[in-house]
Protein backbone atom coordinates (compact mmCIF):
# COMPACT_ATOMS: atom_id res chain seq x y z
CA UNK A 1 0.00 0.00 0.00
CA UNK A 2 1.64 3.68 -1.21
CA UNK A 3 1.07 6.16 1.56
CA UNK A 4 -1.41 8.09 -0.85
CA UNK A 5 -3.60 4.64 -0.64
CA UNK A 6 -3.25 5.15 3.69
CA UNK A 7 -4.01 8.88 3.54
CA UNK A 8 -7.10 8.11 1.62
CA UNK A 9 -8.40 5.53 3.90
CA UNK A 10 -7.39 7.28 6.88
CA UNK A 11 -9.31 10.56 5.83
CA UNK A 12 -12.27 7.98 5.01
CA UNK A 13 -12.32 7.06 8.61
CA UNK A 14 -12.42 10.61 10.00
CA UNK A 15 -8.32 11.10 10.41
CA UNK A 16 -7.45 14.77 9.47
CA UNK A 17 -4.00 14.78 7.64
CA UNK A 18 -1.09 17.39 8.75
CA UNK A 19 1.95 18.73 7.07
CA UNK A 20 4.82 17.93 8.78
CA UNK A 21 8.61 18.20 8.06
CA UNK A 22 9.35 14.90 6.46
CA UNK A 23 6.14 13.10 7.38
CA UNK A 24 2.59 14.52 7.40
CA UNK A 25 0.54 13.47 10.33
CA UNK A 26 -2.77 11.75 10.62
CA UNK A 27 -4.76 13.24 14.15
CA UNK A 28 -7.83 12.14 15.18
CA UNK A 29 -10.27 14.51 16.95
CA UNK A 30 -11.29 11.29 19.50
CA UNK A 31 -7.98 10.10 19.65
CA UNK A 32 -5.71 13.86 20.42
CA UNK A 33 -3.06 11.39 22.28
CA UNK A 34 -2.20 9.42 19.05
CA UNK A 35 -0.46 10.87 16.58
CA UNK A 36 0.57 8.45 13.44
CA UNK A 37 3.58 9.39 11.28
CA UNK A 38 2.78 9.08 7.61
CA UNK A 39 6.51 9.06 5.11
CA UNK A 40 6.17 10.96 1.90
CA UNK A 41 8.82 8.14 0.08
CA UNK A 42 7.63 7.25 -3.72
CA UNK A 43 6.83 3.46 -3.38
CA UNK A 44 4.98 0.76 -1.14
CA UNK A 45 5.25 0.97 2.78
CA UNK A 46 7.84 -1.52 4.49
CA UNK A 47 4.82 -4.11 5.82
CA UNK A 48 5.38 -3.86 9.32
CA UNK A 49 5.21 -0.01 9.78
CA UNK A 50 2.17 -0.65 7.50
CA UNK A 51 0.19 -3.30 10.44
CA UNK A 52 1.83 -0.89 13.06
CA UNK A 53 0.03 2.13 11.08
CA UNK A 54 -3.07 0.09 10.69
CA UNK A 55 -3.47 -1.33 14.40
CA UNK A 56 -2.68 2.42 15.91
CA UNK A 57 -5.77 3.52 13.30
CA UNK A 58 -7.90 0.40 14.50
CA UNK A 59 -8.97 -0.11 11.01
CA UNK A 60 -7.10 -4.05 11.50
Given at each position: ?6 K ?53
Amino acid sequence: MTAKELKRKLKAKGWIIKQGGRHELAIHPDKPKIQIAIHRHTGDIPTGTLNKILKDADLK
